[in-house]
T-cell receptor
Framework: DQQVKQNSPSLSVQEGRISILNCDYT??????FLWYKKYPAEGPTFLISISSIKDKNEDGRFTVFLNKSAKHLSLHIVPSQPGDSAVYFCAALEYGNKLVFGAGTILRVKS | DAGVTQSPTHLIKTRGQHVTLRCSPI?????VSWYQQVLGQGPQFIFQYYEKEERGRGNFPDRFSARQFPNYSSELNVNALLLGDSALYLC????????????FGQGTRLTVV
């Protein structure tokens, strides 16, 4: 039973436009969420996180939004760049030490 | 500063064999977690070790075991390998037990034939 779901396997965006990656979760006990980016042949790289006491967190071109009532979060990348092309994983922290990952979304930014 | 290092990067094993994967965390980090990533899925939590003690275990059979050494490096052992154990095994390190910012290694690609 998947507790963290990324329902879009892939997303294609034009360079300079906004990329929006979505993530849903089912466990209401999750209180911390993270986004990771992964290039082929590399491990996941931490991008940005958000605590459940917030509804938004920004870091440069990356913004994460959290809607607790809908159990939904999204990652916005503005503007998108070709180097952003990668697999993006949404993850939730369970019991403080276990990351529960979604299946990932492949983002392709076209130049 | 070196990041999380894993060895080997690739290996091929036969069904029924045993394998040991190794991980060195970032200097100063005391926690190591192991994850399995099967093709097309997100990483799945296997174990967390902190100060040489197991602090968390995922839903994996007893064929999977791990340990952490005094220098905080870690080994993941898998016995009686099955074809389904073919995956990318990722190690993540963090300073404490709470993984609000875990740093991952590049992974070990295990192929069981």
């Amino acid at each position: 039973d998947q507790q963290v779901k990324q329902n879009s396997p892939s997303l294609s965006v034009q360079e300079g436009r906004i990329s929006i990656l979505n993530c849903d979760y089912t466990n209401s006990m999750f209180d911390y969420f993270l986004w990771y980016k992964k290039y082929p042949a590399e491990g996941p790289t931490f991008l940005i996180s958000i605590s459940s006491i917030k509804d938004k967190n920004e870091d440069g071109r990356f913004t994460v939004f959290l809607n607790k009532s809908a159990k939904h979060l999204s990652l916005h990348i503005v503007p998108s760049q070709p180097g952003d092309s990668a697999v993006y994983f949404c993850a939730a922290l369970e019991y403080g030490n276990k990351l529960v990952f979604g299946a990932g979304t492949i983002l392709r930014v076209k130049s | 500063d070196a990041g999380v290092t894993q060895s080997p990067t690739h290996l091929i094993k036969t069904r029924g064999q045993h394998v040991t994967l190794r991980c060195s965390p970032i200097s100063g980090h005391k926690s190591v977690s192991w994850y399995q990533q099967v093709l097309g899925q997100g990483p799945q939590f296997i174990f967390q070790y902190y100060e040489k003690e197991e602090r968390g275990r995922g839903n994996f059979p007893d064929r999977f075991s791990a340990r952490q050494f005094p220098n905080y490096s870690s080994e993941l052992n898998v016995n009686a390998l099955l074809l389904g154990d073919s995956a990318l095994y990722l190690c993540a390190s963090s300073y404490g037990t709470v993984n609000t910012e875990a740093f991952f290694g590049q992974g070990t690609r295990l192929t069981v034939v």
